[in-house]
Structure formats: structure tokens, C-alpha cells
């Protein structure tokens, strides 16, 4: 009699610990959707910062005068003897926060700079502009 109480007991005790794990493997399903919500919303934030980051030698004029002026101002020894290769040894030839005033700025404004030609791009130009106007950072 006992043993029979006793099996009905631990059978129902089985029965509710199967129950138990179904619903957590449910709950688990709705963990995964809040995180894929998370992750939509980080890459918007990530697109406004984009938009307002300044321009700075390092990631917008170092590349230009890279491809365009290396061949003759690539240190202190190369032809020219015009030093472009550095910001400090760059910025002789800028006044930060006035374009107008920078003989950087006039040689490729000008088309005097590249040395021979081509000109720098239009797009290139008002780049050097905005960077320089905008205070010249590194
Ligand atoms: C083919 C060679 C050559 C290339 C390419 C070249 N330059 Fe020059 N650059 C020269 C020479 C030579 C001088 C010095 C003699 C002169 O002023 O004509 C000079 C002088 C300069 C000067 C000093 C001008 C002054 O009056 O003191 C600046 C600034 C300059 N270059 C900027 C640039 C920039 C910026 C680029 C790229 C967009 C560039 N150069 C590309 C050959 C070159």
C-alpha cells in the first residue's frame, strides 16, 4: 500500500519537473529576440556619430598628400627640399583657422601645387579648406 503511494508520488514528481524544463526552453526562445532588438539599436547610434566627427590630418589630409604630393615633398632631402611627409613639419605652410592665409592651401587652390599636374579634385580642395578652417587638428 505505502509502495504504491510512494510511486504515485514519484511519478507525479517526474511528471512535473518535464513540465518545469518545457517552459524554461520557452522563456529561453524570448531571451534570444530581446537581444537581436538590442543590437538594431546600437548600429543606429553608431550612424549619428558618423555624421558629426571632424576632420583631422590624420584621417582626411595625410591620404591626399599621400597620393599626390609624396613624389616630390617626401622629407627634408626629397627634390623639392619641402618636408610634407609629418603634421609638424606640414603645418610651416598652414595657419590653422584661416585657409586664405595658408600657402598649403593657395598652391593647390591655384593648381600651382601638384608641381606639373594633375590638379587636386574640387572635392580635395574644400576638404584641405574645411580642415584647415576648422582649426587644422592632428
Ligand atoms: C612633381 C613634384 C611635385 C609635386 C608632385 C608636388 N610638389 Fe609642391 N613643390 C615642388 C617643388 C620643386 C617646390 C619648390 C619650388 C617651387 O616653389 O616651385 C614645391 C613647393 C611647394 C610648397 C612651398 C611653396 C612656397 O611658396 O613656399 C608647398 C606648400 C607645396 N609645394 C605643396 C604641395 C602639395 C600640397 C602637393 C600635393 C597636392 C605638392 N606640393 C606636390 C614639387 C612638387
Known amino acids: 500500500m505505502w509502495n504504491l503511494i510512494l510511486g504515485l508520488l514519484v511519478s507525479f514528481y517526474i511528471g512535473s519537473c ?21 543590437t ?5 547610434t553608431e550612424t549619428t556619430t558618423t555624421t558629426t566627427t571632424t576632420l583631422t590630418y590624420a584621417h582626411d589630409i595625410a591620404p591626399i598628400l599621400s597620393s599626390h604630393c609624396m613624389t616630390c615633398h617626401n622629407g627634408p632631402d626629397s627634390s623639392s627640399h619641402i618636408d610634407l611627409s609629418t603634421y609638424s613639419s606640414m603645418m610651416i605652410f598652414v595657419t590653422a583657422n584661416d585657409s ?5 592651401y593657395q598652391q593647390v587652390n591655384t593648381n600651382a601645387m601638384p608641381l606639373g599636374g594633375p590638379a ?5 580642395k574644400t576638404k584641405i579648406q574645411n580642415w584647415i578652417d576648422a582649426g587644422a587638428d592632428e
Open 100 to 104: 586664405a592665409n595658408s600657402v598649403l
Open 120 to 124: 587636386l579634385s574640387a572635392a580635395n
Open 40 to 44: 538594431t539599436t546600437t548600429s543606429v
Open 18 to 38: 518535464s513540465n518545469d524544463s518545457g517552459s524554461s526552453s520557452a522563456a529561453a526562445v524570448a531571451t534570444t529576440t530581446s537581444v537581436t532588438d538590442t
